[in-house]
């Protein structure tokens, strides 16, 4: 399947990724589980390209659950050792291609020095208007929906807000991923069919596609066959097919 042959018409808004099967790849080449997050750094690059040739105007990867925080504390030191190196190096193709970096979840968690480097790069690229690229670190659905709960009940509580009032836009307004659409293609790899405590909300409508392709193997081709398989479905959204 090459690119030329997606519908330019039909192209998701917001593409969100499940990036699993780092560790097993690196299990299958007798490696350690960390060069698997390694390789895995590299594949995101090829999925930005071709969102950014085909328009696609959000993605968002899940980099780090909140529940990763439970691995081994090599691993996780490593993970965020190379996602300070990984936002230093690509820095300047977010500029050169006009993106946006975004981050959604617990970010004050994070070690001090991965703050400060997202912080930076997300202050930089933030007028960069092709694109949104939101990474999910230490990200979990159930919390970030305890926090609408918490902000939406304070402004009833100060009189800002009506209960009445509340409805899925204002939910929609309170959530980190505020800024934008819902998810229109979930993708996640290594074969596993769940969603991992991601994007709760904003999957509702969603349509889901699992692959057997490890993350670190995943290329080009594994995405536009991705998307041209959402391509061929009927989104309903509950009405019937006459209707729409
Ligand atoms: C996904 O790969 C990356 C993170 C969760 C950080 P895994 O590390 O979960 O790889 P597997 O699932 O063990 O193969
Ligand atoms: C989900 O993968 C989180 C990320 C890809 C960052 P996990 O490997 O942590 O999920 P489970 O444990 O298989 O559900
Ligand atoms: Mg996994």
């Known amino acids: 399947m090459v690119l030329e042959l997606l519908d330019p018409t039909k192209i998701p808004k917001h593409i969100a990724i499940i990036m699993d099967g780092n560790g097993r790849w690196a ?23 071709v ?11 899940y980099a780090f659950s909140t529940e990763n925080w439970n691995r081994p504390k090599l691993e996780v030191d490593t993970l965020m050792k190379l ?35 997202l912080s930076e790069v997300i202050e930089l690229t933030k ?12 990200y979990g659905s159930r919390e970030e929906l305890i926090s609408v709960v918490k902000s939406v009940s304070s402004q009833v509580k100060e009189g800002t807000l009506d209960i009445d009032q509340i409805d899925t836009d204002v939910i929609s307004k309170h959530l980190y991923t505020s800024y934008m659409p819902d998810v229109d ?21 969603a349509e889901l596609y699992f692959t057997k392709v490890l993350w670190p193997d995943f290329r080009k081709e ?11 479905r009927e989104r309903r959204f509950g009405k019937t097919s006459e209707q729409l």
């Open 185 to 205: 293609l979930l993708i996640r790899t290594s074969g596993e069919q769940r969603i991992s405590n991601f994007l709760l909300w904003q999957i509702a409508y």
């Open 51 to 61: 969102c950014g040739e085909l328009g696609v105007e959000n993605i968002t990867l």
């Open 83 to 117: 996602l300070v190196s990984s936002l230093k190096k690509e820095l300047s193709t977010l500029q050169e291609n006009n993106v946006s970096l975004k981050a959604i979840g617990r970010l004050d968690l994070l070690p001090e020095k991965a703050q400060k480097e």
């Open 27 to 49: 299990k299958k080449q007798g490696l350690m589980r960390v060069r698997g997050h390694e390789k895995g750094a590299k594949a995101i690059r090829q999925t930005v390209e």
């Open 127 to 138: 007028d960069n208007g092709k694109m949104n690229l939101t990474l999910a670190l230490s």
């Open 222 to 232: 594994h995405l536009v066959e991705a998307i041209h398989n959402y391509q061929d």
